[in-house]
Antibody, heavy 127, light 107 residues
Framework: QLHLQESGPGLMKPSETLSLICTVS??????????WAWIRQPPGKGLEWIGT???????YYNPSLKSRVTLLVDTAKNYFSLKLNSVTAADTAVYYC???????????????????WGQGTLVTVSS | DIHLTQSPSSLSASVGDRVTITCRAS??????LNWYQQKPGRAPKLLVY???TLQSGVPSRFSGSGSGTDFTLTITSLQPEDFATYYC?????????FGGGTKLEIK
């Protein structure tokens, strides 16, 4: 049974760098059938895709956040991570990590879906 | 970017009712459309992928249909545990985008 667990700071100040880790158990970040993703949800609002990374390190980012986001994967320690620079109050959200898979096109995002999610972690940006 | 428009944004229904939620894409996305259910304080849960394939373990009262730009999620015989917010999401291209959500409430 796959389990994803987010960890990171709950409270941050504007201009700081957010660092989150998603620890994977019951599965492997080196499994070539899957990608690993971050999605966020501001309080009371909808879902926003942040980015997705493959075990090889190839990553895809939401253009709206690309200049501030870095995704990394550590297959040896079986986790992947998110860094978001220069946070503001607008970055206050629940951050979810998720597994992305199921594409009929091996190694591609086309046609895939988020089939397993972490519980989410609330990050609040406030001075 | 491909934009997904869900309708209605909210819906009131009773246990036992049949409800339909619509998701319209701003361009053709083949059948690369997924549906998720989210309950308050919980992570989203995958219900349907590739427009009409039910995820393992999801009750058969849920069904999805559509292709191209127009998609629907139907719930037949609503159960108390079905009252939640539903999101569509496409995986035709990056950025993967989600619809704005449909909140299904008890009448």
């Amino acid at each position: 049974q796959l389990h994803l667990q987010e960890s990171g700071p709950g409270l941050m100040k504007p201009s700081e760098t957010l660092s989150l880790i998603c620890t994977v158990s019951g599965g492997s970040t080196s499994d070539s059938r899957y990608f690993w993703a971050w999605i966020r949800q501001p309080p009371g609002k909808g879902l926003e895709w942040i980015g997705t990374i493959y075990y090889s390190g190839v990553s895809y980012y939401n253009p709206s956040l690309k200049s501030r986001v870095t995704l990394l994967v550590d297959t040896a320690k079986n986790y992947f991570s998110l860094k978001l620079n220069s946070v503001t109050a607008a970055d206050t959200a629940v951050y979810y990590c998720a597994r992305f898979g199921g594409s009929p096109h091996f190694g591609e995002l086309l046609g895939g879906y988020f089939d397993s999610w972490g519980q989410g972690t609330l990050v609040t940006v406030s001075s | 970017d491909i934009h997904l428009t869900q309708s209605p944004s909210s819906l009131s229904a009773s246990v036992g009712d049949r409800v339909t939620i619509t998701c319209r894409a701003s361009q053709i996305i083949s059948r690369y459309l997924n549906w998720y259910q989210q309950k308050p304080g919980r992570a989203p849960k995958l219900l349907v992928y590739a427009a009409s394939t039910l995820q393992s373990g999801v009750p058969s009262r849920f069904s999805g249909s559509g292709s191209g730009t127009d998609f629907t999620l139907t719930i037949t015989s609503l159960q108390p545990e079905d009252f939640a917010t539903y999101y569509c999401q496409h995986s035709y291209s990056t950025p993967d985008t989600f619809g704005g959500g449909t909140k299904l409430e008890i009448k």
